[in-house]
């Protein structure tokens, strides 16, 4: 979550909680004005952020704020006195459970390119001790993170790796564990634990606690501190005890950030192994452009080798990306094309034409990398301080 979106969701959270105060005392018309603006903060929020987590929540917050005018607005203050209050602590637990996702990504192992060295990395350390426990009698490390700019694997690679030991995953962004609105984040963070614990003791299956955007525990200079500060405390005393209480427990913890150098030296030091997921080399590009031009139809000039070499610098999820694009390209031609018309019961469907090099060429013109080269040397540089493999 960005600091702009923060300072929203403050603002918008302030405004509610103000509602809610004047709304128990009587103040039944501060209540409505401050129900307005909270509602108003939220509605901005969610058009400027449309793909925030936490949108849902805001939604239905926002749905209960302005039920809750409509009813000061319609009745008379004596009665309203016995009715419910829109309440801002009731189900905020709740909420928290729904942030946590259960559902495994369906990607596997081979599906992961490259990362070569994320990879063996993370066999050995959750692969061969899932699977024989007996060959560790030191032990095995229990907290890794994964860093490097974004769109380059790492959730891909946590999610395959708890597919390839079977094992539940749990995956929860550490942003939206922050937030104003699912109460008191050190607590967010000791029930994450504890559930996930629950699971690993009842011993069937392991446990992959994913935890995306590790670094927003340590918080962001502007906005309280104090919060922060016992959240990212919390943070720690789980992870010591994940790490030393009990030998046998199969749960990991797998971090991930975009922003290692702003990890302390304490929580890093929780997480024994530390990975980078860095931009895809050459051989990979060409292994990601094969992967995602699979579903579609390619003039045969048109050479993985060749748009891996005109790609460096372009991240995985970029490269899915411009190939998402060229056929969209083609699409559109499809049906902008004088030609087009309704298929008719029957025939077969007006296809787009082949994809070719000059489609492949117009859309890296048209989008650059989404990390730079100055981005890039950041994470080699603090790799070379920090990496643990
Ligand atoms: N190494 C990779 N191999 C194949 N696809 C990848 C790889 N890295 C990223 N992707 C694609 O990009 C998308 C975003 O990747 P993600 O793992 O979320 O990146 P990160 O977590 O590093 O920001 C994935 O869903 C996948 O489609
Ligand atoms: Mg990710």
Redesign the pocket.
């Known amino acids: 979550m960005s600091l702009a979106s923060q300072e929203l969701e403050n603002s918008a959270s302030k405004y509610a909680s103000e509602a809610i105060k004047s709304d128990s005392n009587g103040s039944y018309g501060v209540a409505i004005t401050n129900y307005q603006k909270a509602v108003d903060s939220l509605m901005k929020l969610m058009k400027c952020y449309p793909n925030n987590k936490l949108n849902r929540i805001y939604i239905e917050r926002r749905a209960s704020y302005k039920n809750r005018i409509k009813l000061l607005q319609m009745t008379s203050s004596v009665e309203l006195n016995s009715e419910k209050k829109a309440d801002n602590t009731a189900d905020l637990s709740n909420d928290f459970n729904n942030l946590i996702m259960t559902e495994k990504?369906q990607?596997n192992w081979e599906?992961?390119?490259?990362?070569d060295d994320a990879k063996n990395a993370l066999r050995e350390s959750i692969v061969y001790p899932t699977k024989r426990p007996d060959l560790f009698p030191l032990g095995w490390p229990r907290g890794i993170l994964?860093y490097?700019?974004?769109?380059?694997?790492?959730?891909?690679?946590?999610?395959a790796t708890a597919n390839e030991i079977d094992g539940y995953f749990f995956n929860v962004d550490a942003a939206s564990m922050m937030s104003k609105w699912l109460g008191e984040a050190e607590k967010n963070v000791s029930k994450l634990f504890n559930i996930a614990r629950s699971y690993a003791e009842k011993q069937i299956k392991p446990v992959i606690l994913f935890i995306?955007e590790v670094d927003s525990l340590l918080g962001t200079r502007n906005s309280e501190v104090g919060g922060e500060i016992r959240a990212r405390n919390q943070f720690l005393i789980e992870m010591d005890g994940v790490n030393t209480k009990h030998k046998e427990l199969k749960m990991y913890v797998i971090g991930?950030t975009?922003k290692p150098w702003s990890l302390d030296w304490p929580f890093l030091r929780r997480f024994q192994k530390r990975i980078s997921?860095s931009l895809?080399d050459i051989k990979?590009r060409v292994?990601?452009f094969d992967?995602?031009s699979i579903p579609l139809k390619i003039d045969d000039k048109v050479k993985s080798t060749e748009l891996a070499k005109i790609s460096n610098g372009y991240?995985?999820?970029d490269?899915?990306d411009i190939c998402q694009a060229a056929q969209l390209k083609a699409v559109n031609e499809l049906f902008n094309s004088n030609e087009y018309t309704e298929p008719i019961d029957g025939e077969d469907l007006p296809q787009p034409k082949n994809l070719t090099m000059i489609d492949f060429k117009e859309i890296m013109n048209r989008r650059k990398p989404s990390v730079s080269t100055e981005m890039v040397k950041a994470y080699y540089k603090w790799g070379e301080e920090f990496k643990a493999l």
């Open positions: 990504p990607i599906e992961v390119i490259g990362l994964l490097g700019p974004p769109g380059c694997g790492k959730t891909v690679l946590a999610a995306d991930a975009n997921a895809p990979s292994s990601l992967l995602y991240s995985a999820s490269i899915r």
